[in-house]
């Protein structure tokens, strides 16, 4: 697994795609190639998150999102090669939700070794609208944008998350049937560290745990956690990879899950004491007793209580590669600190910025995008030893019972900022 090279972000912030309740749109995009010379771009996007206009006369709502794409060889000449759009009318009732999804088809032609697509979607009604750039990778034919993802039944699933409860098929879509090698790793992966501690963490080892083949028609049931990595052959590490997180992923929905994110609190006598408990009571007993002496209250427990564990699941949706969001480095800046202010997307990776980007007091994280076999969700923070005030002032907050966020980074750098001023327009007096 390999890092990336400087940043260099486009202007469009999309901080929104990280923050709860807001008023744009939240779409999952997924671009696989069902033939030899053409691509589907497909998207999922919540009814919840659309406007809906009444029609005249009518019982039903009307939404209108227009999806639309440019379709460029490489960064540097953005030689356009195609473009397109189409749209996406939804009906429905005032009290209906869900998802919907809509597909838009263009041609690839053979040979292209950097090309991307630049995917526009569009709440009309709503005159709100997001792009994205989302790379193609056209020569390994046995690259994840090859593969689909299925349950039983038909429904297509747009994250890579399998339970053992469930039944699923892996469609290869070049081909009907084919023979498919798995290798099935159960590793336990360690949890992202400080922003502001070096990073040591050992290379990933590629030797399986087992090896066994299936064919593209069998249906499917992942009852062990881990990953479950698809090839049509393993003369290389590409594939289309599966991952078996539990049955509550991408939620906290058991005691045993209350220990392990709160680490990015805890001293490690404090966590020792949790993962020695030797019951599910004698846990929950210890995590009630943390968040209660450091809120001062049950009430003020809950609350703390209720917006760390939402952050978490958060960066399960958002942040999960091979390993759990919570765990990634995007998912401790984004358990700790909250969502950021801006957001900054490139080829490259992304650039999150918390208050005032031209502060004195500056909080701005630099995530830089993994070569990762298993996952294109992979981001690694490039890390520095000044994030330790920051971190101390965040996780401090968090432990005297106040949910950490923006609006404390703004106050800190108001003040900072004001300080430093007043010092600046300060007479200087020489003896």
Known sequence: MGCGGGLSPSDQNLAHLYQDGGLGIQPVLQVVHHKVDSSLIRVQLDRNQLLYIREPEQDTFRAEVRLSYSFFANYQTLQLLDSGSTTLLDRKLSTETGFIQSSLAFLR????????????????????????????????????????????????????????????????????DVKLFVRYYNRDFPIAIPPYAENKSDPFIFKEDSLFSISSQDTLQFKHLGIYHFQLDTSSTSGFSVFNFGNSFPYVSDIDQLAPPMRYLTTRKEHEEMSAALSKDSLKLLADRFWIRNAGSEERAQTVFQEFYSRVENSNERFTSYIEGWKTDRGIIYIIYGPPSQVFRSDEGESWVYGDRNSDLNYAFNFYKINNPFSANDYALARYAYYRYGWGQAVGAWRNGRSYGVKDIKREQDARDAQNRQQRQSPAFWY
């Open 109 to 176: 032609p053979e040979g292209l070794k950097e090309a991307f697509l630049r995917i526009n979607i569009k709440d009309v009604q709503r005159n709100f609208d997001l792009s994205f750039d989302y790379p193609i990778r056209n020569q390994d034919l046995q690259d994840q944008q090859y593969f689909e993802l299925r349950e039983i039944g038909g429904r297509l699933l747009f994250e890579p998350w399998v339970t053992p409860e469930h039944s699923y098929r892996i469609n290869y879509l070049l081909k009907e």
